[in-house]
């Protein structure tokens, strides 16, 4: 499967926790891009990496929010202090280089208690 | 800011009948409108990006169509298989995030045998 691969698929912590998810993007995209989405809603964009830089942020990510891609291939996002209304589904989507499509993984499901 | 709504919220259809889905945009300067469809739980799958006003593009039972404010999507003679929710999104010309996409909050489609 070449796709765009996230793990965990579901993570359940409770509020105050750390929580780290990472995605690995198809292979050669050098772009990558992180969206939340909560339900009934579209995704809204986080964060976007191209190469192992990280040129544009949300002002939806809070100073709580961290994302790195070292070396340009997956990507990590970190949450601290995890709060209830962080509770969402985090996609991420790689993007190839000439091309305008963006292709979704599977998302993490995280649930705040 | 880039704005998208899309309409209906949700739709019921009978296997066999045809329906079209709208998602109205304003944006600073169209490089890209794009549908994605949804299926619970999982993360958007591509279908159609389409670049200027008149396009058409089809796939099975789905046509794409755009104008310079809206875009549809027909979905003819629909199966219970088609049942997601669609997802429509614009790229601004722009060169900001990446080319970021925002999205509208999607129309859920469940069609009755």
């Known amino acids: 499967d070449t796709g765009v691969s996230q793990d965990p698929r579901h993570k359940i912590t409770k509020r105050g926790q750390n929580v780290t998810f990472r995605c690995d993007p198809i292979s050669e995209h050098n772009r990558l891009y992180w969206y939340r989405q909560t339900l009934g809603q579209g995704p809204e964009f986080l964060t976007y990496f191209q190469n192992e830089a990280q040129l544009e942020k949300s002002r939806l990510l809070s100073d709580r929010f961290s994302a790195e891609r070292p070396k340009g291939s997956f990507s990590t996002l970190e949450i601290q202090r995890t709060e209830q209304g962080d509770s969402a589904m985090y996609l991420c989507?790689?993007?190839?280089?000439?091309?305008?499509?963006?292709?979704f993984g599977p998302g993490t499901r995280l649930t705040v208690t | 800011e880039d704005q998208v709504t899309q309409s209906p919220e949700a739709l019921r259809l009978q296997e066999g009948e045809s329906s079209s889905l709208n998602c109205s945009y304003t944006?600073?300067?169209?490089?890209?409108l794009f549908w994605y469809r949804q299926d619970p739980g999982k993360g958007p799958e591509f279908l159609f990006t389409l670049y200027s006003a008149g396009e058409e593009k089809e796939k099975e039972r789905l046509k794409a169509t755009l104008t310079k404010k809206e875009s549809f999507l027909h979905i003819t003679a629909p199966k219970p298989e088609d049942s997601a929710t669609y997802l429509c999104?614009?790229?601004?010309?722009?060169?900001?995030?990446?080319?970021?996409?925002?999205f509208g909050g999607g129309t859920r489609v469940l069609v009755k045998p």
């Open positions: 944006v600073s300067g169209l490089r890209g």
């Open positions: 989507a790689s993007r190839g280089q000439g091309e305008d499509e963006q292709y």
């Open positions: 999104a614009v790229q601004a010309m722009i060169k900001a995030a990446g080319n970021k996409l925002t």
